[in-house]
């Protein structure tokens, strides 16, 4: 049994069938990507898993439950989390206020939940030394490290990570990508999507390419990333 399976989901907004039937797994301890170009469903994808969206057909299955009918809420409280496209955070409130917000659903007490903001701040430094100022003023990068600092605080066991590298310098980028690297070495499962091939892929033990909302591919990460397929469509080269 795998961590998390996909089995033929299709996902339609209205009429327009965004995701159309696609079947994937990921294995516990993995970092298991989905690249595709703008378009193609891999946010529609991310949220269905999250349960913000509802598939038309098709199942999700987390640990061996069923959870494509299962409340967003709770989904949290099973262990999968999501750092949202664009990192969605709060610019107002300050960022160890946003980091909090990530912990809403947990039941198990104040000690556990303060453990897991250390564990934040050993990984992001910065989120510590800035704590309390407003989220807002961050850069991209240093939003995206509290987006996914906000993920760790429901201590899940599977991530969801919806372009980290969106906007960020390639600096930034490899820090973002060797963080992705650390949390899996500390036991976290990844799904990963990105635009940008070549990172995602460097660190996927298996990717899949999505295209216009079908899967088009399947490989390991250095597989898909010497597949000439790959490497015309996704990494500019002809
Ligand atoms: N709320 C919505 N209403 C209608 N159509 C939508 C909605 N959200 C997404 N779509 C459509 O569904 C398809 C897939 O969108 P999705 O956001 O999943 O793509 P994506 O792979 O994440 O793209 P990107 O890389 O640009 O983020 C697109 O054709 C998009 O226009
Ligand atoms: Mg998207």
Redesign the pocket.
Known sequence: MSMLEVKDLRVA??K?E??KGISFDVEEGQVVSLI????????????TISGLLRPARGSITFEGKRIDDVPAHKIVTLGLAQSP?GRRIFPRMTVEENLMLGAFARKDGSSAVRQDLDAAFELFPILRERRSQPAGTFSGGEQQMLAMGRAMMSRPRLMLL??PSMGLSPLMMKKIMSTVQTLKAQGTTILL?E?NANAALKISDVGYV?E??KIVLRGTGQELLSSDEVRKAYLGEE
């Open positions: 907004y209205g327009i965004a995701v595709g170009t703008n378009g193609a469903g891999k946010t529609t994808t991310l949220r496209e919806d372009e999507v635009q999505l216009v909302g």
